[in-house]
């Protein structure tokens, strides 16, 4: 079975501050791993994925994540927070044997300080 | 590139009657998914179609809440009668097939509102 944890319900950082959202997730065979980012009354829009190539591997808007095979973990990262940043975070997993069925994380709220 | 198209964006009800949502996924998309989203949690998925078959409807609660996709293409997502619980908001995503997955292709969501 798979499963993922956002560490963090809400993060608070300032901007032109480093960005890091923590993601950890469980699965029983080699999985695939996106982030999604949802602002308020909009779409889920993917940031990046992972699909078993570049274990770091970029995305929109300057995130960045890292799968890091032996801590299960796929942190979303940004140099620089932007006001615009502000908004849901989701890490999502993909196990191919559970039918290719996404599984969302519970969140991160991204808040950004001027 | 259209995107996945979702109606209504938004529904208020009140509990025991009921609603029904409709979605329209990118064209040639085989693969289509429905996702509950209750408000600060992650998306849950509902059910999943090939075509205009049933992949995975194993989180439906199929005494209230019922899918179909005859044509293949567009869905409708039902629920009768509604519940105070059901208030959600309801996406529809969409895949070329099922090997890939919805990376990138949500709606925007209908949110409904039980009351």
């Known amino acids: 079975a798979q499963s993922v944890t956002q560490l963090d319900s809400h993060v608070s950082v300032s901007e032109g501050t480093p960005v890091l959202l923590r993601c950890n997730y469980s699965?029983?065979?080699?999985?695939?791993l996106f982030w999604y980012v949802q602002h308020p009354n909009k779409g889920l829009q993917l940031l990046l994925k992972?699909?078993?190539?570049?274990?770091l591997v970029k995305g929109i808007n300057g995130f960045e994540a890292e799968f890091k095979k032996s801590e299960t973990s796929f942190h979303l990262t940004k140099p620089s927070a932007h006001m615009s940043d502000a908004a849901e975070y989701f890490c999502?997993?993909?196990?191919?044997?559970?039918?290719?069925?996404?599984?969302f994380g519970g969140g991160t709220r991204l808040m950004v300080k001027p | 590139e259209a995107g996945v198209a979702q109606s209504p964006r938004y529904k208020i009800i009140e509990k025991r009657q009921s609603v029904a949502f409709w979605c329209n996924p990118i064209?040639?998309?085989?693969?289509l998914y429905w996702y509950q989203q209750i408000l600060g949690q992650g998306p849950k998925l509902l059910i999943q179609?090939?075509?205009?078959?049933?992949?995975?409807d194993s989180q439906l609660p199929k005494d209230r809440f019922s899918a179909e996709r005859l044509k293949g293409v567009d869905s409708t997502l039902k629920i009768q009668p509604a519940k105070l619980e059901d208030s959600a908001v309801y996406l529809c995503?969409?895949?070329?097939?099922?090997?890939?997955?919805?990376?990138?292709?949500f709606g925007p969501g209908t949110r409904l509102t039980v009351l």
């Open positions: 179609f090939q075509n205009n078959g049933v992949v995975d």
């Open positions: 699965s029983s065979y080699s999985p695939s």
């Open positions: 999502v997993v993909r196990e191919g044997n559970a039918g290719n069925m996404l599984t």
């Open positions: 995503a969409s895949s070329l097939d099922s090997h890939r997955g919805p990376a990138g292709f």
């Open positions: 992972y699909t078993s190539a570049a274990t």
């Open positions: 064209s040639g998309h085989a693969t």
